[in-house]
């Protein structure tokens, strides 16, 4: 049976209360005489004893504080988690608003779909997406910003996730004209270049910083932004201009994209 160590201390504690009670408030010689010293030795003990307390007191504030600071951090943590929320909503809500506009604007399905991998090699220009035939995506579904920024067509597809080709992959083209003017013509993917318009006469009017948009005249929606003309050159010896085109969507701050179906 192991004994406590607590209880001889108890038992040394009490003795010493009562030996310092008899020193200090007995008359000497009526029932013993304490030495002086033993009572010096009793109120350092009883000192000592007493600075414990106050220890002790300190020991349970601090803890008490921590209580609260941990309680005041919990709170906070709390607070901005529902500001987080709260901002999750709003988003949520105003994504809701675009996609509701575009769906009526195309009168096409539209599925949401999240970027999770990005391939920009010489080969050619592609990412990933989530969604994939379950969702209902199929080849050559357009996809597209919130913002209605074109991004580029489903090219492959498996059954959880779809390969988007890029509108810079060489292989993309689309009819698209300067938004507010007549100019029309082929934009088509050039890898680190960015885009061409193609079949854009000497006399047709087009600048830099034009805005291009889509025509609706192929397989694509109207009215998507294609991209900005980034440089126009003349060569008086051809029939066409050279003009080179900045892609509107900005791929290091692409996340989400939104997929236009080919069929409602």
């Known amino acids: 049976m192991i004994k406590s160590p607590l209880k001889p201390l108890v038992v040394l504690l009490l003795a010493a209360f009562i030996i310092f009670i008899l020193g200090n408030y007995m008359p000497l010689g009526k029932l013993w005489t304490i030495p002086g010293f033993a009572v010096d030795s009793l109120s350092y003990l009883f000192g000592r004893f007493n600075s414990f307390h106050k220890f002790a007191d300190q020991i349970r504030q601090w803890r008490s504080l921590s209580i609260q600071n941990e309680q005041l951090l919990k709170e906070n943590s709390d607070l901005l988690a529902g500001l987080s929320k709260l901002d999750i909503l709003e988003k949520e809500n105003d994504f809701l608003r675009k996609t509701l506009d575009i769906k009526q604007q195309t009168g096409k399905g539209i599925v949401y779909a999240q970027v999770f991998n990005f391939n920009f090699g010489p080969g050619g220009y592609n990412l990933l997406i989530n969604k994939g035939a ?89 009215a998507l932004i294609v991209g900005t003309v980034a440089h126009v050159e003349i060569n008086e010896s051809q029939t066409f201009k050279k003009v080179r085109i900045d892609p509107a969507p900005a791929i290091k701050y692409l996340n989400g994209v939104i997929i236009i179906k080919r069929n409602p």
Do not use: C, H, Q, W
């Open 134 to 222: 379950i969702d209902g995506v199929v080849k050559d579904d357009v996809v597209i910003t919130e913002e209605k920024v074109l991004v580029g067509v489903i090219d492959e597809i498996s059954e959880n996730f779809s390969r988007v080709l890029f509108l810079s992959d060489p292989k993309f083209k689309i009819t698209a004209k300067v938004m507010g003017g007549i100019t029309a013509g082929i934009a088509k993917g050039a890898l680190t270049e960015g885009m061409y318009f193609d079949l854009i006469a000497k006399e047709d009017e087009i600048k830099e910083g034009d805005i291009l948009i889509s025509t609706g005249n192929d397989m694509f929606p109207s």
